[in-house]
């Protein structure tokens, strides 16, 4: 039986990490719901499992199906994808330490560093990371962190993950990729270069619209202790039927990244050049100024779409608010497809910086519906010229 490393990608979402139960046969690994462990004798822990804060087998088998995903030696996970941005950013920075950040990244992840991080003494720069030159311009002697989305919330802004590594790398700094927006069925950016990957499996990677929850993936293997000592020590821990859930959903990974990506793709085509949208903000068009990239770092372009409306932000709030399909909802990712309004919905946190969304914007998180049936939606819904 070849390790895991040696399967292909879908094999591996189905199988890396769960051990079947050589009690019952069960071919499904059940759900540890427990919060403690006996043990045989003081400290005698069985498997190593103690408390659920510290370790729990169905976190676990997660952990490992996701560092499988992710090309990573480790990967730890959270009750949320802020939770697990939280532990590396405490795991990775000293007061003093300088952070480059994109310009167009999730509204929560600019307030958890302004809020949260900044306060305790980091130092955050953000600049248009797919420009080589700002990023290089930006570099300090004491930064620690560039941190990029790519294709990025909710422009999708496309950033070269190799040659970024490389000015990373040559600053000192840590590189790290958010890859919720593509998932590793899409995009391996530790194989392309960057040193941490993060997620908020809550989207693609759960697919489900039905939990909550983040990981880190790493191969740095002082970091990855750091990180999994926080998790401990803070305890923002995934709850087991979280987790299972998530191995669940992850099983469907590949298949339904390819219905999100198709689907999208017909979506950005169709209204690309529709009266009533200015702009379609989608990688796999040819016209996208980060297509060519795209095409070389992703196997395919993903299920996220955002529309600039001609008719401004009266037409925008009137379309988000028209569909019948699209759901008006935050988040994204889910087999079900959903609409959002970011400059009052996921980036509100962030009107007055540098990262404000044009009120014009609405952002498609294309589900794997009859494409049609989706079409026919966001038509009825746009302003009739
Ligand atoms: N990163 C991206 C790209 C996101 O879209 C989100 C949430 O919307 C997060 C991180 C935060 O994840 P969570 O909501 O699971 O805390």
Redesign the pocket.
């Known amino acids: 039986m070849p390790e895991d490393a040696d399967y292909g990608f879908s094999t591996r979402a189905i199988r890396a990490g769960q051990h079947f139960d050589p009690t019952t046969g069960a071919v499904v690994p059940p759900i540890y719901q427990t919060s403690t462990f006996v043990q045989d004798g003081i400290g005698g822990l069985r498997e190593g499992y103690e408390y659920a804060r510290s370790g729990n087998p169905t976190r676990d088998s997660l952990q490992v199906l996701l560092a499988s995903l992710e090309q990573a030696e480790h990967g730890i996970a959270f009750a949320?994808?802020?939770?697990?941005?939280d532990a590396l950013l405490r795991a990775a920075l000293q007061p003093g330490d300088h952070l480059i950040l994109g310009n167009d990244?999730?509204g929560?992840?600019h307030r958890l560093l302004h809020r949260l991080h900044v306060p305790a003494g980091v130092e955050v720069t953000t600049v248009e990371m797919s420009d080589s030159d700002a990023v290089r311009a930006a570099v300090r002697p004491s930064t620690r962190m560039v941190w990029v989305?790519t294709p990025s919330?909710p422009l999708m802004k496309i950033t070269d993950i190799a040659t970024l590594a490389a000015i990373g790398h040559e600053a000192g700094a840590i590189v790290v990729v958010?890859n919720?927006?593509a998932s590793p069925a899409l995009q391996r950016p530790l194989a392309l270069g960057a040193d941490v990957v993060?997620?908020?499996?809550?989207?693609y990677i759960g697919g489900h619209s039905d939990v909550?929850?983040?990981a880190v993936l790493t191969s740095d293997d002082e970091l990855a202790e750091k990180i999994r000592f926080i998790q401990f020590a803070a305890g923002a821990v995934l709850a087991p039927f979280e987790a299972w859930l998530t191995v669940r959903g992850i099983k469907t990974l590949a298949v339904r990244m390819d219905r999100h990506s198709s689907n999208a793709l017909a979506i950005a085509e169709h209204f690309a050049d529709h009266p009533a949208i200015e702009r379609v903000y989608y990688p796999g068009l040819a016209s996208h100024p980060g297509h060519e990239i795209a095409a070389a770092q992703m196997s395919a372009f993903g299920g996220m779409i955002s529309v600039a409306l001609a008719g401004g932000e009266a037409a925008a709030r009137t379309f988000a608010e028209s569909t019948e399909l699209f759901q008006l909802a935050?988040?994204?990712g889910g087999v079900e497809s959903l609409i959002g309004y970011p400059s009052e919905m996921?980036h509100a946190s962030v009107r007055g910086t540098p990262l404000e969304v044009a009120p014009n914007i609405v952002r498609l998180s294309v589900g794997i519906e009859e494409v049609g049936d989706l079409i026919a939606d966001l038509e009825t819904a746009l302003p009739r010229s």
């Open positions: 949320s994808g802020l939770a697990a941005e990244v999730y929560g992840t989305e919330n958010d919720t927006f993060v997620h908020s499996t809550t989207k909550l929850g983040g935050e988040s994204l996921t």
